[in-house]
């Protein structure tokens, strides 16, 4: 598995490593892949799918809305390893028309499959998933460990070839400043609307202009490359001191 891992890392381009992702895949058995993402709790923004050898037809059917009803990366995301979607978690509650979907999946073959959320720079997370060819009913003897280094790998490749840009200058007016640093405090939008007194409206408004600005589909996100950027600090100022030996902004103990 290490000359596949160094083929994903040596790609020159991003559809180089979805070649070479795909070939390490195939070694597995799984000769169809899919790459979706970026995942939010809401399912009506992002989710670019990018398929290979799947049906066409769901395709076109999941990027047309199809994907506002998929309950697989939302159950991916509630565990630390790849999940199977035909052995959903049993207490996992469906709406009818997430059921619906799952129901639907065999009219593509796609009744099994193995998939897994990857994390990467940026509060990147994204879903890598992957199926036996139609008529295969092995895919429970895959190599698990293996394909979760591949794609947590691959989606590693994606961003030292693509990388982000121009994060650093991102501009945002006082009031977007103030909903990201109580944000960062754990207010919800009715909290954060009376410590500054707004109207819960106000605060909506300017969430949702932080989220595109910063390019991140839920709070947490926000709150981690605000962090990250220097915009907000979780703690409060007056708990902080500089330490005199390293010159650096570190929290008081036990604040």
């Known amino acids: 598995m290490r000359d596949a891992i160094n083929r994903i890392f040596s790609a020159k381009t991003a559809p180089n490593i979805y070649e070479a992702t795909n070939a390490a895949l195939a070694e597995l058995g799984l000769t169809r892949t899919f790459y979706l993402g970026p995942i939010s709790n809401d399912r009506t923004r992002g989710r670019s799918l990018l398929s290979f050898g799947y049906s066409e037809d769901w395709e076109m059917k999941y990027r047309d809305g199809l994907r506002s009803v998929d309950p697989i990366p939302s159950a991916a995301a509630l565990t630390s390893t790849p999940m199977f979607w035909h052995r959903l978690p049993p207490d996992l509650s469906l709406r009818p028309e997430e ?6 999946l065999p009219d593509w073959n ?4 193995i998939c897994t959320m990857v994390f990467g720079p940026h509060s990147r997370v994204a879903m890598i998933g992957g199926s036996m060819p139609p008529g295969d009913d092995n ?16 989606f590693a490749a994606y961003y030292r070839k693509v990388g982000i840009k121009g994060e650093n200058t991102l501009s945002f007016s006082t009031s977007e400043l103030d909903v990201l640093y109580w944000m960062a405090q754990g207010l919800s939008n009715i909290g954060i609307a009376k410590e500054l007194g707004l109207s819960p ?3 909506a408004s300017a969430t ?8 991140v589909f839920d709070r947490t996100s926000a709150v981690m490359k605000g962090v990250r ?7 409060d100022d007056v708990s902080r001191r500089i330490d005199k030996q390293t010159g650096e902004d570190v929290a008081e103990p036990g604040r």
């Open 99 to 104: 059921q619906a979907y799952l129901d639907m």
């Open 110 to 113: 796609m009744e099994q499959g």
């Open 139 to 154: 895919i429970d003897s895959i190599d698990v460990n293996a394909f979760h280094v591949i794609a947590m790998a691959s």
């Open 201 to 203: 409206e106000a605060v």
């Open 208 to 215: 949702k202009q932080l989220f595109l600005k910063m390019n």
């Open 229 to 235: 950027l220097g915009y907000v600090i979780v703690s």
